[in-house]
C-alpha cells in the first residue's frame, strides 16, 4: 500500500454539545477524542497529516502541538470547504488522500488500512465508507444506481422522503486521489439548504465525469461520530468497556467490572485485583498482584507490586513502591513517595513528601512538605506545619525516630536519628540524634477539685429552686 497523505476534520463547533471545550478535545476514556484519531492516521505512516481547525483554533493547535500541519477555516462553509483549505498544504501532493473526521474516535486503523487497499484495487477516483443503522437520521444517505453502483451521497437536511427511508449512510472516511479531489473542489457549489460546500458532492461529479466510485462497507460501532453529550456518553461506554475487557484479558480481576474506570493510558499487572468503584485515570500505572479497595481513586501515579489501597484513597500523582500499604480514607497528593514496605493509614494526608522504608504514619496525620526517613514512627494526630502563610518549609525526620500522637513540627526542622519526641509536643528547632523532646506544660493534680465542684454547683440550683 502506497503511503498516503490524511486530511482530519476538526473544525466543527459541535452546538449540540453545548460547550465552550472545541469538540474534538472532549474526553473519551482519558484523552481527547482527536487523539485516537490521530494515532489511527499516524498508523497509516502517511506522507504528511493536516488537521483543519476553526472553532477555538488555537486550543485544538496547542493539543495538536506540532505533530500533523494545521489549516485553518475561518468562517466555516461546510466540509467540502474544510478540505479545500487543507489541500493549500498538500499542494505538492500526488496519490491517495484520505480523509478522516475528528469526531469518530472508535475508528481503527485496521479499517481505513483495508478501505485503502481496496482503493487501489479498484483503480476509483473515490472510495468511501458507508455502513448500515437502524435509526439513520443525521446521516447522509448512500444513493445507489445500475449495477448498485454509488451515485450519489444526500445530506439529511437536503433528503427528499424516498432518499429518508434508505439505511446505508455514509460514513464520512474518504480514499480520494489527490489529483482529481483538487479538481472537484473547484466545481463545488453551495446550493443547499445550509448555503455550505458539501464534501459529499464530490461523488455526484465523478459519477457525471464518468469516473468510477467505490464503497467499502465498515462496522457501525467504528463510525460512531460525536455530536452531542448523549453520543459522548455512548461512545465512553463503549471505550471503557473495550479497555476492561482488555485488562481482565490479562490477567487482572474486577469483583464488579461495570463499576470500574480505567482510563486508556493506564497499566496493570497481573493478579491485580480491582474492587466495585475503582477509578484509574491518566498515565496511572499498577504493578503485579496489587489490591485497590472499593471507591478508591488513582491520579497518574505509579504502584509497585503487592501494593494494598484500601477503600476509599483518593491518590494523585504519586508513587508507592513494592509492599506499601495506604488508607481507608487516605489523600496522597502530587509529588509524594512511599517507599518500600511504607504504610499510611486512614485519615492521613501526605503532600510532597516522602515516607521511608518501613515507616507507618497509622491515623490522623498531615505530612506536607516533609522528608521521612525509614522505620520511622509517626503517632495519630501529628502534623507539619509547613507554611507560614507566604513561605512553605520543609521538615526533615531522619531514621528510626519515633513521634508520639499530637505532635506539631513547626518547619524548618530537622529531627536526627533514633530521637523521640514525646506525645503532645511543639518542635520549633532542631533536634539532636537520640535524644528525647518532651515540649507541653506540665501536669498539675489537685485532688478532690471535681468533687467540690460538683457540690458548689448542687447548693446553687438549690438556692434556685
Known sequence: MTAPAVIILAAGRGKRMKSHTPKVLHSVGGRPMLEYVLRTAEALAPVQTVVVVGHRAEAVEAFLAGRAAVARQDPPRGTG????????????????????????????????????????????????????????GGYGRVVRGAGDAVTAVVEERDAAPEHRAISEVNAGIYAIESSYLAAALTLLKADNAQGEYYLTDVIGIAVAQGRLVCAEAVDA???????????????????????????MAQGVTMLDPARVLIDTGVTIGSDTVLAPGVWLEGATEIGAACVIGAGS??????????????????????VIEDGASVGPFAHL??????????????????????????????????????????????GAGTITCNYDGEHKHRTVIEDGVFVGSDTQFVAPVRVGKGAIIAAGATVTADVPEDALVISRVKQVVKPGWAKRLRETRGKKKETRG
Open 81 to 136: 470547504d474544510a478540505v479545500r483549505c487543507a489541500m493549500a498544504a498538500l499542494s505538492a501532493f500526488r496519490g491517495t488522500a484520505v480523509i478522516l473526521s475528528g469526531d469518530t474516535p472508535l475508528l481503527s486503523a485496521e479499517t481505513v488500512a483495508r478501505l485503502l487497499a481496496g482503493h487501489e484495487r479498484s483503480g476509483a477516483a473515490l472510495t468511501l465508507a458507508t455502513t448500515r443503522i437502524p435509526d439513520p
Open 221 to 247: 460501532e467504528e463510525v460512531i461520530g460525536i455530536n452531542s453529550r448523549g453520543d459522548l456518553a455512548r461512545v465512553e461506554a463503549i471505550v471503557r468497556e473495550r479497555v476492561r475487557q482488555q485488562w
Open 297 to 318: 481513586h488513582i491520579i497518574s501515579s505509579r504502584l509497585g507490586e503487592g501494593v494494598e489501597i484500601k477503600d476509599h484513597c483518593v491518590i494523585d500523582r504519586a
Open 333 to 378: 497528593r502530587p509529588d509524594t513517595v512511599l517507599r518500600k514496605k511504607s504504610k499510611v493509614g486512614n485519615f492521613v494526608e501526605l503532600k510532597k513528601a516522602e515516607l521511608g522504608a518501613g515507616s507507618k504514619a497509622n491515623h490522623l496525620t498531615y505530612l506536607g512538605d516533609a522528608t521521612i526517613g525509614a522505620d520511622v514512627n509517626i
